[in-house]
């Protein structure tokens, strides 16, 4: 996948459009509906986004991201799109939709097909719409595929800001049925201050990004995946109360059977259930027993997942 930052005239080629914040469920309906309709009419796919989430250009509170764009980055290309372009917002912000669509997308791709899902909206003050766009298909020979509300199998409506949400109370068992992962934070690994190590259970830790949306603070069990190697871990995330002056948040993940060195490497700490909420202990102690009480649970997991 070709990754750009400026129109090129890359033309006759499938365009989505849209900001596709955590890669759903959703957008992958309009990712797979895309990539198979260019090859089906033997064109290039090209996703057109935004460096910035046009949303924050309208609040005051940036809104928290479900992943890095890098992340965004290797999950469109798994799903074979050509061609990405991540355009700077403050150049397009004041066009109205009509202009858009004419002047940017029409003029420099010549798009054959475009493909948006219901609720994608464009141009100043939010004028263009799907609808707006099927309207205009005719006029600019194009087609154009809107695609659907896409529910779990529960028949809760999959969106970003639903899974933020689940993300920000920490429920866990319905981020996967919309983002159709588990939730991830990836990082490079920095050195600690080796307590988890004194105690028998050496950690990889990286920091939260402070764009993304955070879980509660607590210990959960996952896996930490590097490159195409993924391992059970059990995950600690928080400012660590009981041993420093919970000034600082960090990811500690004590990896299964694991005993490489990973400094300065780039892991994915996957979140698959909380077991409890983080806590202060009176001392050291307290905090030991509870990590081997926490261990033992997490042996007993692991052996249900490999």
Known sequence: MEILREID??????LALGYFDGIHLGHKKI????VNEANAAGIKSAVITFEQNPADYFTDTPTPCLQSFKDKEIILESLGVDYLYELDFEQYKDLSAASYLED????????????????????????????????????YN??????????????????????????KTGNI????????RNFSVRNSVIKGNKMASSFGYPTANII??????????????????????????????????T???????????????????????????????????EEKFSNSVSLRNQIRSDYSEFQKWVKTVT
């Not at 005239?9 to 499938?14: D, E, F, L, Q, Y």
């Not at 990712?31 to 895309?34: C, E, K, P």
């Not at 996952?222 to 059970?232: E, H, M, S, Y």
């Not at 919970?246 to 698959?272: P, Q, R």
């Open 104 to 139: 940017v997308l029409v003029k420099n791709f010549e798009p054959k097909i475009i493909v948006v899902g219901y609720n994608h909206t464009f141009g100043k003050d939010k004028s263009g719409d799907a609808g707006f766009l099927e309207d205009c298909s005719s006029k």
């Open 142 to 167: 194009y087609e154009c595929i809107v695609i659907p509300e896409q529910k779990t199998i529960n028949n809760f409506s999959i969106s970003s800001s639903a899974i933020r949400e689940n993300v």
């Open 243 to 277: 041993l420093t002056d919970g000034s600082t948040e960090m990811i500690e993940a004590h990896i299964h059977d694991f005993n490489e060195n990973l400094y300065g490497k780039i892991i994915s700490v996957v979140f698959s259930k909380k077991i409890r909420p």
């Open 9 to 14: 005239g890359n033309k006759n080629i499938a």
């Open 208 to 241: 939260w990004p402070q764009s993304m949306v955070k879980l509660p603070y607590g210990v959960y069990f996952g896996f930490v995946q590097l490159k195409n190697k993924i391992q059970p871990a059990l995950i600690s995330w928080g400012v660590r109360p």
């Open 173 to 180: 068992s319905a981020i996967k049925p919309m983002l159709g």
């Open 31 to 34: 990712i797979a509906t895309l």
